[in-house]
């Protein structure tokens, strides 16, 4: 039959591929990452106290940031659509 070249081929190339794999460090581990010989490497974040004051602080900016974005998304996709429709416009006009 046809094709049983290519059939050993390609199951020597996935057992290759495998052998390979098996080397690899697995990047989802259930041992904690910071870990090194039992000793940690980092201190954990400590979390700021903050203020109702600053919190609704920090809210006026982040909504005022926000606002500032999506305006500037809208003129620059404004600015965009019009810009490809008059090229195709133009291009429409000037071809027969």
Do not use: C, W
Request: no cysteine.
């Amino acid at each position: 039959m046809g094709g049983e070249g290519s059939i050993a081929g390609m199951i020597v190339s996935l057992r290759n591929n495998n052998n390979l794999r098996l080397g690899r460090k697995r990047f989802f581990t259930k041992e904690r990452q910071e870990r090194d010989s039992g000793e940690i490497k980092s201190k954990p974040i400590e979390h700021l106290k903050r203020s109702p004051e600053q919190i609704l602080q920090f809210r006026k900016e982040l909504k005022k940031q926000r606002r500032n974005d999506l305006i500037l998304k809208f003129v620059a996709f404004t600015i965009a659509l019009g810009t490809a429709s008059s090229i195709l416009y133009y291009l429409y006009t000037l071809l027969p």
